[in-house]
């Protein structure tokens, strides 16, 4: 059991002083509203120690010393996937025996906490000199460089968002009343895949995918959407694509060179350079915000919400390009956090 609220010091002198004046225990408890079993401990404390003050108390010594808790907060900084109970362990093997929870509070006091792990792209050593190669090219570039390509992308959007985290009002015990309760079906309601496009003047064609994206299929995407979506565009435009096995096939690149179609040479595992993934988490957004209730609405909102997105928010993104490319020098090649974009697929 936890020690009391401890009186104030002058609180405690005023009744010392009722006391010295003739008062009773029971008067001076009616006057200060406290308890007569206070008055009394307060009054025979002082006659016992000359005080009223409450002195220090050492408590229980601790278990960890300062010594340990810094090698808690080392071990946990060199190797972060380490558990409490790992730590734990650790300590048990050199005499130390402690529960978790007081092994996961010494490595706050150093700034280390337990948070979530964040999802990156794998990146191998040959992705990572890809990327400083393109980073380091193209840093320089002036803008119209940038406004001359047509940036393109696939997503998948599906019905139901297993992977969206909602909330509720509800009371202990009422978690599965239906009003509390988000409806959910098998493989998340069906999904659709979007092929989409953008350039520096706003948002090209959005084109949904039937069936299996495929090569031959991609050709025909980019076959009815991309004369629409240049129009806009000066002469000598680039088309930007990542490095998907259907985008750099044989046949894909025999079409390019029969359309004369200049591609934007691409570092790969690299969305977080491509604004266009910027935009789908717009998108999906926007989408959830509408709650489709089948594939065909779903569809709908996306080309309507799509068309919605403002020529300003495509010029923005690319006024801050050159900051991408600084933030993949900067994190030795490494993935950026400019945007979590392998991550904001999820919304859906």
Same mark, same amino acid.
């Given at each position: ?24 225990? =029971?008067?001076?408890?009616?006057r200060f509203q ?74 706050? =006091? ?9 999802? =990156? ?96 299929k991609f050709q ?29 096939? =044989? ?98």
């Amino acid at each position: 059991m936890g020690s009391s609220k401890q009186l104030p010091s002058t609180l405690k002198m005023k009744m010392i002083d009722a006391h010295k004046a003739g008062e009773g225990y =029971k008067k001076i408890a009616k006057r200060f509203q406290v308890p007569i079993s206070s008055v009394r401990n307060v009054i025979k404390k002082w006659q016992l120690t000359g005080t009223v003050e409450v002195k220090i108390r050492s408590g229980r010594p601790r278990k960890i010393s300062e010594r340990t808790a810094r090698r808690i907060a080392r071990k946990a900084s060199q190797n972060p996937h380490l558990t409490a109970e790992d730590l734990q362990e650790d300590l048990a093997d050199s005499g130390v025996v402690v529960h978790c929870s007081t092994v996961q509070r010494h490595p706050h =006091k150093y700034g280390l906490h337990r948070r979530v792990i964040r999802r =990156k792209l794998l990146l191998r050593p040959h992705h990572k000199i890809q990327r400083l190669s393109f980073a380091k090219e193209h840093l320089h570039k002036p803008d119209a460089f940038w406004k001359k390509v047509l940036w393109t992308d696939e997503v998948k959007i599906e019905l139901f968002g297993r992977n969206e985290q909602r909330y509720v009002w509800r009371t202990k015990g009422t978690e599965f009343h239906e009003k509390n309760t988000s409806p959910t079906v098998k493989h998340g309601g069906g999904l659709i895949m979007l092929w989409g496009c953008i350039a520096a003047n706003g948002t090209g064609n959005n084109s949904r995918v039937e069936g299996r994206m495929d090569s031959i299929k991609f050709q025909q995407i980019l076959e009815a959407n991309i004369t629409p979506s240049v129009k806009k565009l000066k002469r000598g435009w680039l088309l930007q694509m990542d490095n998907d096995p259907k985008h750099t096939l =044989k046949s894909t690149m025999d079409y390019l060179k029969r359309r004369r179609l200049k591609v934007l040479p691409w570092p790969s595992q690299s969305p977080d350079l491509n604004i266009i993934e910027n935009l789908w988490i717009d998108l999906k957004r926007a989408v959830r915000a509408r709650r489709p209730r089948n594939l065909t609405e779903l569809e709908d909102c996306c080309k309507e919400e799509w068309a919605k997105i403002p020529q300003t928010r495509t010029e923005s993104l690319l006024a801050g390009y050159k900051k991408r490319l600084q933030a993949v020098i900067l994190a030795k090649w490494g993935a950026t956090v400019t945007i979590a974009s392998w991550s904001a697929h999820e919304l859906y």
